[in-house]
Protein backbone atom coordinates (compact mmCIF):
# COMPACT_ATOMS: atom_id res chain seq x y z
CA UNK A 1 0.00 0.00 0.00
CA UNK A 2 1.07 3.27 -1.03
CA UNK A 3 -0.47 7.34 0.18
CA UNK A 4 0.26 10.67 -0.24
CA UNK A 5 -1.24 13.72 2.06
CA UNK A 6 -1.91 16.65 -0.08
CA UNK A 7 -1.71 19.76 1.29
CA UNK A 8 -2.15 23.81 0.18
CA UNK A 9 -0.36 26.84 0.39
CA UNK A 10 -3.96 28.43 1.65
CA UNK A 11 -7.33 27.58 1.71
CA UNK A 12 -9.53 27.38 -1.62
CA UNK A 13 -6.58 26.50 -3.66
CA UNK A 14 -7.44 22.93 -5.36
CA UNK A 15 -7.15 20.79 -2.80
CA UNK A 16 -9.89 18.76 -3.68
CA UNK A 17 -9.43 19.28 -7.72
CA UNK A 18 -6.20 17.77 -7.28
CA UNK A 19 -6.87 14.87 -5.19
CA UNK A 20 -9.17 13.68 -7.29
CA UNK A 21 -6.89 14.52 -10.54
CA UNK A 22 -4.52 12.25 -8.36
CA UNK A 23 -7.44 9.35 -7.20
CA UNK A 24 -8.20 9.70 -11.27
CA UNK A 25 -4.58 9.02 -13.05
CA UNK A 26 -3.82 6.93 -10.23
CA UNK A 27 -6.57 4.74 -11.21
CA UNK A 28 -5.93 4.93 -14.71
CA UNK A 29 -2.76 3.58 -13.83
CA UNK A 30 -4.85 0.52 -12.69
CA UNK A 31 -4.25 0.69 -9.11
CA UNK A 32 -6.77 0.38 -6.20
CA UNK A 33 -7.41 3.83 -4.72
CA UNK A 34 -9.07 4.98 -1.79
CA UNK A 35 -9.63 9.16 -0.88
CA UNK A 36 -9.74 10.60 2.56
CA UNK A 37 -10.90 13.66 3.58
CA UNK A 38 -10.50 13.33 7.64
CA UNK A 39 -11.65 16.90 8.52
CA UNK A 40 -14.71 18.38 6.40
CA UNK A 41 -16.21 22.17 6.90
CA UNK A 42 -19.17 23.21 5.51
CA UNK A 43 -22.38 21.84 4.38
CA UNK A 44 -24.39 22.16 1.41
CA UNK A 45 -27.85 22.52 0.45
CA UNK A 46 -27.80 18.86 -0.03
CA UNK A 47 -26.89 18.37 3.76
CA UNK A 48 -23.29 17.16 2.63
CA UNK A 49 -20.02 18.38 2.51
CA UNK A 50 -19.12 18.48 -1.30
CA UNK A 51 -15.40 17.78 -1.43
CA UNK A 52 -16.30 14.61 0.61
CA UNK A 53 -19.08 13.72 -2.12
CA UNK A 54 -16.34 14.09 -4.88
CA UNK A 55 -13.67 12.33 -3.30
CA UNK A 56 -16.16 9.31 -2.72
CA UNK A 57 -17.03 9.90 -6.25
CA UNK A 58 -13.66 9.46 -7.84
CA UNK A 59 -12.28 6.75 -5.60
CA UNK A 60 -12.91 3.27 -6.79
CA UNK A 61 -12.55 1.29 -3.59
CA UNK A 62 -15.86 2.20 -1.80
CA UNK A 63 -16.12 3.35 1.78
CA UNK A 64 -18.51 4.63 4.35
CA UNK A 65 -18.76 7.88 4.44
CA UNK A 66 -17.59 7.95 8.27
CA UNK A 67 -14.74 6.20 7.02
CA UNK A 68 -13.42 8.51 4.39
CA UNK A 69 -14.68 11.58 6.61
CA UNK A 70 -14.16 10.95 10.25
CA UNK A 71 -15.26 14.37 11.14
CA UNK A 72 -17.64 17.02 9.60
CA UNK A 73 -19.02 19.90 10.68
CA UNK A 74 -21.86 22.34 9.14
CA UNK A 75 -19.76 25.61 9.54
CA UNK A 76 -17.60 26.56 7.11
CA UNK A 77 -14.15 27.95 9.39
CA UNK A 78 -11.15 26.20 10.60
CA UNK A 79 -11.83 22.97 11.13
CA UNK A 80 -10.63 23.25 15.09
CA UNK A 81 -13.02 25.78 15.07
CA UNK A 82 -16.14 23.95 13.98
CA UNK A 83 -15.11 21.19 16.04
CA UNK A 84 -15.49 23.14 19.30
CA UNK A 85 -18.27 24.81 18.45
CA UNK A 86 -20.03 21.44 17.77
CA UNK A 87 -18.75 20.08 21.10
CA UNK A 88 -16.00 18.07 19.50
CA UNK A 89 -12.54 17.30 20.71
CA UNK A 90 -10.83 15.63 17.19
CA UNK A 91 -8.24 12.92 18.00
CA UNK A 92 -5.50 11.64 15.72
CA UNK A 93 -6.33 8.05 16.64
CA UNK A 94 -9.69 8.11 15.16
CA UNK A 95 -8.20 9.26 11.81
CA UNK A 96 -5.71 6.85 12.13
CA UNK A 97 -8.06 3.87 12.07
CA UNK A 98 -10.13 5.38 9.18
CA UNK A 99 -6.41 5.40 7.21
CA UNK A 100 -5.97 1.55 8.14
CA UNK A 101 -9.45 0.41 6.84
CA UNK A 102 -8.98 2.20 3.89
CA UNK A 103 -5.14 0.92 3.78
CA UNK A 104 -6.41 -2.61 3.90
CA UNK A 105 -8.28 -2.32 1.10
CA UNK A 106 -6.58 -0.29 -1.45
CA UNK A 107 -3.33 0.00 -3.26
CA UNK A 108 -3.29 3.77 -2.90
CA UNK A 109 -4.78 6.36 -0.06
CA UNK A 110 -4.47 9.85 -1.50
CA UNK A 111 -5.78 12.05 1.84
CA UNK A 112 -6.56 15.29 1.54
CA UNK A 113 -5.71 18.48 4.53
CA UNK A 114 -8.19 21.15 5.26
CA UNK A 115 -7.09 24.74 5.24
CA UNK A 116 -3.04 24.72 5.11
CA UNK A 117 -0.13 22.70 6.42
CA UNK A 118 -0.44 24.10 9.95
CA UNK A 119 -4.23 25.14 10.59
CA UNK A 120 -5.16 23.86 13.86
CA UNK A 121 -6.51 20.25 14.35
CA UNK A 122 -6.92 20.16 18.23
CA UNK A 123 -5.90 22.16 20.97
CA UNK A 124 -2.70 20.54 20.95
CA UNK A 125 -1.75 19.35 17.42
CA UNK A 126 -1.99 20.63 13.41
CA UNK A 127 -3.23 19.74 10.65
CA UNK A 128 0.66 18.21 10.16
CA UNK A 129 0.17 15.82 12.87
CA UNK A 130 -2.02 13.81 10.34
CA UNK A 131 0.96 13.02 7.87
CA UNK A 132 3.17 12.44 10.50
CA UNK A 133 1.01 10.60 12.44
CA UNK A 134 0.67 8.41 9.33
CA UNK A 135 4.33 8.59 7.85
CA UNK A 136 2.72 10.15 4.56
CA UNK A 137 4.72 11.76 2.04
CA UNK A 138 3.16 15.25 1.17
CA UNK A 139 1.71 16.74 -2.22
CA UNK A 140 2.02 20.74 -2.15
CA UNK A 141 -1.17 22.35 -3.93
CA UNK A 142 0.38 25.95 -4.91
CA UNK A 143 -2.45 28.19 -5.14
CA UNK A 144 -0.74 30.66 -8.14
CA UNK A 145 -1.20 33.76 -7.06
CA UNK A 146 0.55 37.02 -6.04
CA UNK A 147 2.32 35.69 -3.22
CA UNK A 148 2.37 31.88 -4.07
CA UNK A 149 6.20 31.85 -3.83
CA UNK A 150 6.54 32.67 -0.11
CA UNK A 151 3.43 30.91 0.85
CA UNK A 152 5.13 27.72 -1.20
CA UNK A 153 8.59 28.14 0.40
CA UNK A 154 7.45 28.28 3.83
CA UNK A 155 5.19 24.78 3.34
CA UNK A 156 7.83 23.24 1.68
CA UNK A 157 9.99 24.24 4.94
CA UNK A 158 7.40 23.44 7.45
CA UNK A 159 7.06 19.66 5.80
CA UNK A 160 10.82 18.84 5.53
CA UNK A 161 11.15 20.29 9.41
CA UNK A 162 8.72 17.56 10.26
CA UNK A 163 10.48 14.97 8.71
CA UNK A 164 8.21 14.36 5.84
CA UNK A 165 8.93 14.32 2.03
CA UNK A 166 7.73 16.49 -0.39
CA UNK A 167 6.72 14.14 -2.93
CA UNK A 168 6.03 16.69 -5.20
CA UNK A 169 3.90 19.79 -5.69
CA UNK A 170 1.31 20.59 -8.72
CA UNK A 171 0.78 24.53 -9.54
CA UNK A 172 -2.63 25.39 -9.66
CA UNK A 173 -3.71 28.54 -11.86
CA UNK A 174 -6.53 30.27 -9.49
CA UNK A 175 -5.99 33.66 -10.77
CA UNK A 176 -5.63 34.05 -14.30
CA UNK A 177 -4.67 37.93 -14.69
CA UNK A 178 -1.54 37.18 -12.64
CA UNK A 179 1.07 39.03 -13.26
CA UNK A 180 4.54 37.37 -14.56
CA UNK A 181 2.72 33.19 -14.19
CA UNK A 182 5.96 31.55 -15.97
CA UNK A 183 8.28 33.56 -13.95
CA UNK A 184 6.37 32.49 -10.91
CA UNK A 185 6.09 28.82 -12.15
CA UNK A 186 10.06 28.55 -12.98
CA UNK A 187 11.24 30.19 -9.79
CA UNK A 188 9.11 27.39 -7.86
CA UNK A 189 10.95 24.95 -10.02
CA UNK A 190 14.10 26.13 -9.33
CA UNK A 191 13.30 26.54 -5.37
CA UNK A 192 11.21 23.46 -4.47
CA UNK A 193 13.41 20.75 -5.00
CA UNK A 194 10.55 18.71 -5.84
CA UNK A 195 8.88 17.19 -8.55
CA UNK A 196 6.00 19.17 -10.18
CA UNK A 197 3.41 16.64 -11.15
CA UNK A 198 1.68 19.11 -12.98
CA UNK A 199 0.11 22.57 -13.63
CA UNK A 200 -3.81 23.09 -13.44
CA UNK A 201 -5.25 25.46 -15.99
CA UNK A 202 -7.44 28.09 -14.91
CA UNK A 203 -11.06 26.58 -14.68
CA UNK A 204 -13.21 29.20 -14.41
CA UNK A 205 -16.68 28.62 -12.50
CA UNK A 206 -15.92 24.82 -13.89
CA UNK A 207 -13.41 24.59 -10.85
CA UNK A 208 -15.77 22.33 -9.08
CA UNK A 209 -17.14 20.71 -11.58
CA UNK A 210 -14.52 19.92 -14.46
CA UNK A 211 -11.67 17.57 -14.05
CA UNK A 212 -8.86 18.09 -16.56
CA UNK A 213 -8.33 14.73 -17.39
CA UNK A 214 -4.76 13.58 -17.50
CA UNK A 215 -3.58 16.79 -16.38
CA UNK A 216 -1.00 15.45 -13.85
CA UNK A 217 1.84 12.90 -13.88
CA UNK A 218 1.75 10.22 -11.40
CA UNK A 219 5.00 8.33 -12.72
CA UNK A 220 6.97 11.00 -10.66
CA UNK A 221 4.57 10.66 -7.25
CA UNK A 222 4.83 6.54 -7.79
CA UNK A 223 8.79 6.22 -8.12
CA UNK A 224 9.03 8.99 -5.23
CA UNK A 225 6.77 6.66 -3.12
CA UNK A 226 8.82 3.70 -4.17
CA UNK A 227 12.05 5.02 -3.20
CA UNK A 228 10.87 6.42 1.03
Known amino acids: MKGCFVTGTDTGVGKTLVT ?13 VAGMKPVAAGIDETGENEDVVRIRLAANVTAPVDTVSPYRFGLFTAP ?34 AGGFLVPFNEKQGMDAIPVHL ?24 IRARGLALAGWVANCIDPDMAAFEENLQ ?42
Open 20 to 32: VALIEALKQAGYR
Open 135 to 158: QLPVVLVVGMRLGCLNHALLTAEA
Open 80 to 113: HIAASMAGVQMQIEVVADAYKWLAHRAEWVVVEG
Open 187 to 228: TLHASLAAPCLGVMPWLGNQAAKTLPLNSLSIDKLVNQNTQL
